[in-house]
């Protein structure tokens, strides 16, 4: 293997340019696996790296792509035989080390998890990122909430997005009764055929309420919005309960009183799945795994040639459900 195609961010010293090249491998970092990449995945923050911003990557030219899943063809550390199944996501694979999105690419043994046996390349990629950080929020949710629990209310805020259709269908697999938040009615009907139990405009939510608290709607939620939804969204959890918050696509900016804690007994739980120790990754994949669910109704496959044009739309906002990104053939 001398040359492959890969997804390329370079900057002219003016504009920043996203194409698919043909690259040497000699243009690979010096990391102990090298992986042959059968599926990737796109995720917000591989819109971001594409767009050139330096909170994601920082050195241009640069290959993002946050998610890959693939067959080991060398790994000098000898963790892993030539043929085994694995996955990259997290750590800085992606940011500032060459990422997923080409037809090979190289990581540190220690962001390297194994793919599990039941679980096809393309579900892992359709999981994703946005799988794992789901998996995590729930596990965090489940631990927070009272034993005795038996509201299954979920709200889900940015639903028509890569992580919130995600968030629907993992939820409802969980026994969750869920509630989809969206700034598009057009998504409804899709939205409901991934398990979501109702469908309401992200209007209804996004605007700065002066009341302390709401009346309580949700047990739990997972925000990726931020900003006034999230703040929205805290004031209507029931007491006891829990939202987690794993995003910002709205803003970043978070301005509450602290009633919804010191009256209802919230808790609000951050979620970063990136850096997870990578033996907590692995037992998140199984557990994605052992769901047993095809994710053929939230993900669409695309191929290396799609990426920037869907990338440029990512970053605009047009983005819906996830893409897997199908480099080369899954081997039997």
Not at 182 to 195: A, D, P, Y
Not at 243 to 256: D, E, Q, R, V, W
């Amino acid at each position: 293997m001398k040359e492959f195609r890969a997804i390329r961010v370079a900057t002219d010293g003016t504009d920043i340019k996203c194409q698919l090249e043909t690259i040497n491998s000699d243009q690979l970092p010096a990391s102990q696996v090298l992986i042959k990449v059968v599926c990737s995945s796109l995720n917000y923050k591989d819109a971001l790296s594409a767009s050139g911003h330096k909170g994601v990557t920082r050195a241009l030219p640069h290959t993002p792509g946050i998610d890959a899943a693939g067959i080991v063809v060398e790994d000098l550390s000898g963790r892993f035989e030539p043929g085994a199944r694995v996955i990259v996501s997290g750590f800085d694979f992606g940011m500032n080390s060459d990422g997923g999105l080409a037809e090979y690419c190289k990581a540190p043994v220690e962001w390297v998890c194994p793919c599990p046996d039941n679980l096809s390349f393309y579900d892992s990629m359709a999981l994703g990122t946005a799988g794992i950080t789901v998996a995590l929020a729930l596990q965090k949710i489940d631990r927070q909430l009272p034993i005795n629990c038996d509201n299954t209310k979920f709200v889900v805020s940015g639903a028509s997005g890569g992580v919130g259709s995600m968030a629907i269908k993992i939820a409802s697999a969980h026994g969750y009764s869920v509630t989809a938040i969206t700034s598009r009615e057009n998504e409804f009907q899709r939205l409901q055929k991934l398990g979501a139990r109702q469908c309401v405009l992200a209007s209804e939510w996004s605007s700065n309420s002066e009341k302390p608290l709401l009346k309580p709607e949700f047990t739990a939620g997972l925000d990726t919005v931020g900003g006034p939804v999230l703040v929205n969204l805290l004031k209507a959890i029931a007491p006891e309960g829990a939202l987690a918050c794993c995003g910002m696509a709205l803003s970043a900016n978070f301005c509450s009183t602290v009633f919804p804690f010191i009256l209802r007994g919230v808790s609000l739980l951050g979620v970063d799945s990136a850096e997870i120790a990578l033996s907590e990754k692995a037992s998140l994949w199984q557990s994605l795994a052992d769901l047993n669910l095809k994710f053929d109704d939230v993900a669409e496959q695309v191929s290396l040639r799609q990426v920037p044009a869907l990338l440029r739309d990512m970053q605009v906002g047009k983005g819906r459900g996830r893409k897997v990104v199908r480099i080369a053939e899954e081997e039997s």
